[in-house]
Structures are given as structure tokens and as C-alpha cells.
């Protein structure tokens, strides 16, 4: 399935109104304090990379510790490359290649069955299949989805039943809720020209239109094996793997792959707007336009993410929260795109909802941090806190995802220095990128909800 924006994906910071979660980061941050050394020196993936004679790459990483593995096939095959008017193909494609092996998809499965699926996950740049399992289970997983890379089969009837379920799942977890709607349409007016001002899911009218040659053709270009990684980490030996990986998927014929155009976004040439749902919950979206993944940058901004928000002592609660100016506030980050994307600063309103006082409080966090710097010790725990969110989330299927998005980018050296570099991050670079990227000419702001502000306004007023 596509899976909901996350409020908290693995490179940003959560909404912050977990009083739980503030105690327990205190508690590892004041840990931390005492294993810097640790930290600043982590041992590297021993990972084993391959090329099969068809292209398909294959990164193994063993790891013993656990009687468990995780497997990751990706395709780079997001929701980017769906045709003009047939937004949700590529999603729509996700769905039809688990009618195809004769699996119900995974929200179909019922609940004793749920476990022995993949979860699958279309997102802009990528579809990727994801699995938990013993080793016992690995050959039956391998042989599946060798099956989903070598053929599509489907009807008609498949095809409509599929796209009744992604209507579904769109009305279930898009069309009612806030967040989501707010974020889709500022993905739409920060992007003129690129793909990722669409949603994943697209609309009920472009699914509409999508035909079996639709499917048939996205499939037969992007579930190539020279446009998939296949990353496993977990309790098995290498060689005995590999050799699986060639059996079952070695006998996938190669195809070329199609030439895909680069879409080039124009730079945005002053602030733009928009308010819609006055009804709805009051919420405020800052978006700024920050560059892709491989930008010397990339780590400065994840550490500006963690400034903002993510403690206590964080900028954004800091001023908001004082003022009852926020509910909840939050960044949402991703760093690992394929080309430039959006750096999001969302607030939940607080009971005051008032528009114009927490926007001039988030530019006044911004101003700040922009004219006046950090102080060391500041820069210090924003990295701690980081580094702790990125060992703490050490499991096996969070290390295969982690290092299958890298791999779909092209960049799996980099993955072995994500530590180091964000260790190098100094407050001049941190006042750098506040400079460069979040100015009022590179932004959007999304409001929902004003209807709830003139009602405060009037309660005010007959009080008084």
C-alpha cells in the first residue's frame, strides 16, 4: 500500500507533545554525555555488494545477533514516473502485483496471514517490497518475489478491483484527515513542474482512466531487474545467499531500461498561499524548498530540523508553547529524495488559534537562529539527539530500508559516513543553510482551519 504521510519519518522530528517520550530523551541524552567516543567512531556495515549478470544489485549485510532477517526489494518506481493524467499508477501497479502471485494485498489479508505478506510501500522516487522472516522462510519469500519481478499477470476484473480498494484506501486515510489534505495541496502549489506535486495515491479520476496496457507497460519498463535493489540484513551467510538471490532471480531476463527525462523545477520567485477546510482543524504548514540528497547541506538541515522541534528545550516549543500558541508542532524532513523537495514546519494550533502570532513566532525562531547562531553546547545535543534517534532505531528491517534507499540513490558510500558527517556539522554551517533556504521568497504557507480563529475572535469580543 502507499503508506500515510508519516508525522514521523526516520530523518525527522516528531510532533512533540509526548511528555513520555521528552523524559526517556532526556534520560539517553544524559547517557549519551558519557559515550561521545562511541558515538564519534561507530563501526561500519560490513556489507557484501554484487551485480547480477541482469542488473538486479544485491547488498547483504549478516548479522547473527538476532534469529530473524529482513528483505527489502526496491524499484525505483515511485509515483514520479506515473503518465500525465493517470496519477496512482504506480500504486494502482503495487497492488495488481500481489493479485498477480495470488496473495491478497495486505490490508485484504486477514489478521493470522498479515505477518507472511510483504509490506509494500509506493512513495515518490520508489515501490519497495518489505519482509521480516525466519531464515527457514527465506527461500519461499525469495521465489516470491522473483515471481512479482518476472511477470504480471491480471484481468480486467483484477484491474477494477484493485482500483476500488486505492479509492478506498485514499478516502480512508487522505480524504478525512487534516494533515494529510493540508500537505497535498501545498505540495501543489510548491511544485509547478515536477512530479511531486501529485500524490502517491493520485485521484479517483486518474485511476479511472489507468487501462491494462497502462499497467502492463509501467510494469514491463521500471520492474527490471537493473532498476531493482535487493538489500537483506539478518541471521544468514552471505554465499549461501547469493547463491539463492541467482537462482531464483538470475533467470529474469535483462531489459533495457526506458531513458527518463529530468524534470527541472523553476526556482520559486517569491512566498506563495493558501487557505482552504475554514472548518477543519486549525493547522499551519511552513514549506521551504531544500535540495535533494547528495547536497553538501543534507546534514546541516537534519540538524536545523532538530534544533526546531523534538524537546523541550527546542526552538519551536520553547517560543510556542508558552504563548498556548500550539498544540503540537513538528518538522518533517525527508533527505533522501531524488531531487530537490520541500522542509516542512507544521503546527497544531493552540487554543488561542491565532494565524498571524504564530507565524510571526516561527519567523522569529528562524530570524534568530539565522542572525544570532547557536551555542556549542546547543549544536552539541541537536547532533546527540540524532545520533541516539539513529542508533535506537538499529533493528534489522530499519537497516534494510535505510541502506535499499541509499542503494536506489546511487549512494551506499554514504551511508557507511551518515555519522561522520553529521558529527562535522559546525553552527556556521547551521547559520549557513538557515540563510540560504528559509526566506520568505522560498516558502509556502498552508493554513486550514480559520474559521476556528474569527470564533475565538468573537468569544473575545463578547466577553469583553
Not at 512513495?123 to 521465489?143: F, G, I, N, W
Not at 496496457?213 to 538489500?231: C, E, G, K, S, W
Request: glycine letters at 6%.
Amino acid at each position: 500500500m502507499m503508506i500515510p504521510r508519516p508525522l514521523r519519518p526516520s530523518c525527522a522530528v516528531p510532533f512533540a507533545g509526548s511528555r513520555l517520550w521528552r523524559t526517556a530523551l532526556r534520560v539517553a541524552l544524559a547517557m549519551l554525555g558519557s559515550v561521545s567516543s562511541f558515538l564519534s567512531a561507530p563501526a561500519a556495515e560490513e556489507m557484501r555488494e554484487y551485480t547480477l549478470s541482469n542488473g538486479l544489485q544485491v547488498v547483504l549485510v549478516e548479522d547473527h545477533w538476532h534469529p530473524l532477517a529482513a528483505l527489502e526489494v526496491c524499484y525505483r518506481a515511485g509515483s514520479r514516473y506515473d503518465p500525465a493524467g493517470k496519477q496512482g499508477l504506480a500504486h494502482l501497479l503495487e497492488h495488481l502485483t500481489f493479485r498477480s502471485l495470488g496473495l491478497p494485498h495486505e490490508e485484504e489479508a486477514p489478521p493470522s496471514e498479515a505477518g507472511k505478506r510483504a509490506r509494500a510501500t509506493t512513495k515518490h522516487d520508489t515501490t519497495c517490497y518489505s519482509h521480516r522472516l525466519l531464515r527457514a522462510q527465506m527461500e519461499s519469500v525469495l521465489a516470491a518475489e522473483a515471481a512479482r519481478m518476472a511477470t504480471l499477470q491480471m484481468s480486467v476484473e483484477d484491474l477494477e478491483h484493485e482500483k476500488a480498494i486505492v479509492i478506498q484506501e485514499r478516502r480512508q486515510f487522505v480524504e478525512g484527515d487534516t494533515w494529510r489534505n493540508l500537505l497535498e495541496e501545498v505540495d501543489s502549489i510548491a511544485f509547478r513542474l515536477h512530479p511531486y506535486r501529485f500524490p502517491a495515491s493520485g485521484w479517483p479520476e486518474t485511476l479511472q482512466h489507468i487501462t491494462l496496457d497502462d499497467v502492463q507497460r509501467h510494469f514491463t519498463a521500471l520492474y527490471a531487474p537493473a532498476n531493482a535493489i535487493l538489500v537483506a540484513v539478518g541471521d544468514f551467510h552471505s554465499a549461501e545467499l547469493l547463491a539463492r538471490i541467482e537462482t531464483h532471480f538470475g533467470k529474469i531476463p535483462a531489459r533495457v531500461l526506458p531513458v527518463q527525462a529530468p524534470t527541472v523545477e523553476s526556482a520559486q520567485a517569491g512566498e506563495r498561499r493558501l487557505s482552504f477546510a475554514p472548518w477543519a482543524a486549525p493547522r499551519m504548514v511552513y514549506a521551504y524548498h531544500v535540495p535533494a540528497f547528495g547536497s553538501l547541506d543534507t546534514s546541516a538541515l537534519e540538524v536545523v530540523s532538530t534544533l526546531l522541534s523534538g524537546a523541550d528545550t527546542a526552538r519551536l516549543p520553547t517560543l510556542l508553547y508558552p504563548h498556548h500558541l500550539a498544540e503540537n508542532e513538528g518538522i518533517e524532513y525527508l533527505p533522501l529524495t531524488q531531487d530537490p523537495s520541500l522542509f516542512y514546519i507544521k503546527v497544531a494550533l493552540g487554543p488561542q488559534v491565532n494565524f498571524r502570532l504564530t507565524g510571526e513566532a516561527i519567523d522569529d525562531v528562524l530570524w534568530h537562529l539565522r542572525e544570532d547562531g547557536l551555542h556549542p553546547e546547543e549544536l552539541e545535543q541537536a547532533k546527540k539527539r540524532l545520533l541516539l534517534d539513529f542508533y535506537l532505531n538499529r533493528s534489522l528491517g530499519t537497516r534494510a530500508e535505510r541502506l535499499a534507499q541509499y542503494g536506489v540513490l546511487a549512494a551506499l558510500p554514504q551511508a557507511q559516513r551518515y555519522t561522520g558527517e553529521l558529527q562535522a556539522v559546525t553552527a556556521a554551517d547551521v547559520q549557513r543553510v538557515v540563510r540560504s533556504y528559509f526566506s520568505p521568497d522560498n516558502r509556502v504557507i498552508g493554513i486550514t482551519g480559520v474559521a476556528h480563529q474569527e470564533g475565538v475572535r468573537e468569544h473575545q469580543g463578547e466577553a469583553r
